[in-house]
C-alpha cells in the first residue's frame, strides 16, 4: 500500500499536475470519485510542497508527503498507520535521489 501510495505522489510532485496546484485544491489520488487529499504550499512561494492524505476512507487525514527542500520530490511521509491521530511512521529519502529509504 506505501509503495503505491508514494508512486502516486511522486508522480504528482513530478509530474505537470503538479504545476497547476495551488493550496488548497482537493484531489481524487485513487480514482475513486472521492475527494481525499489536498495540496498545501506550506511555506508560501506559490508551489505546493507537501499533500495531506486520507488513505483508508475514514474521512480523516492519516498521511502527509512533503517536499520540504523544494526540489520537485517528495523527501518525506509522516504516516499515522493505526488511527490513533499520531503520527507512527515517518519515511524519509536521506540521500536525495527521489527514493524513500528509511522508515522510521
Do not use: H, P, Q, Y
Request: hydrophobic share 40%.
Amino acid at each position: 500500500m506505501i509503495g503505491k501510495l508514494i508512486n502516486i505522489v511522486v508522480s504528482l510532485f513530478g509530474g505537470e499536475i503538479a504545476e497547476s496546484l495551488s493550496d488548497g485544491d482537493v484531489l481524487d489520488m485513487n480514482g475513486d470519485g472521492i475527494v481525499d487529499s489536498v495540496a498545501m504550499d506550506t511555506d508560501g512561494d506559490g508551489l505546493v510542497d507537501s499533500v495531506a492524505m486520507d488513505t483508508d476512507g475514514d474521512g480523516l487525514i492519516d498521511t502527509v508527503a512533503m517536499d520540504t527542500n523544494d526540489d520537485g520530490l517528495v523527501d518525506s511521509v509522516a504516516m499515522d498507520t493505526d488511527g490513533d491521530g499520531s503520527v507512527d511512521n515517518i519515511a524519509l529519502d536521506t540521500d536525495n535521489d527521489g527514493e524513500l529509504d528509511t522508515l522510521v
